[in-house]
């Protein structure tokens, strides 16, 4: 498995952008399948994006699809999640995971490796 790390949560306000980090630990980051989830309170975690290992395929969930850009950098071991036009709703827990399989619409079976997940609070 492979060791992940979140960080660039924070405090905005709606409209305002964050980027998401992602550090991975492990030599073969680049063979992986890489995602992102997110919780809000109360809620199940659910999927926002994916990018698959070359970075050349990405997929979105509906509800972030034209507002975040999911990418990596394979020779810094990083996956990040640019979020523009940030919205309320979009508060959550955000975490990043690690599969071994691209699927266009995973669920969190399908990733292996977590992170302990970063903040992200959007207020009106």
């Known amino acids: 498995q492979v060791q992940l790390v979140e960080s660039g949560g924070g405090l905005v306000q709606a409209g305002d952008s964050l980027r998401l980090s992602c550090a991975a630990s492990?030599?073969?980051?680049?063979?992986?399948?890489m995602g992102w989830f997110r919780q809000a309170p109360g809620k199940e975690r659910d999927f926002v994006a994916t990018i698959k290992w070359s970075g050349l395929i990405t997929w979105y969930a509906d509800s972030v699809k034209g507002r975040f850009t999911i990418s990596r950098d394979n020779a810094k071991n990083t996956v990040y999640l640019q979020m523009n036009n940030l919205k309320p709703e979009d508060t959550a827990v955000y975490y990043c995971?690690?599969?071994?399989?691209?699927?266009?619409?995973?669920?969190?079976?399908?990733?292996?490796?977590w992170g302990q997940g970063t903040q992200v609070t959007v207020s009106s």
């Open positions: 492990g030599r073969t980051f680049n063979t992986y399948t």
């Open positions: 995971a690690a599969g071994d399989t691209w699927y266009r619409t995973p669920t969190i079976h399908d990733f292996a490796s």
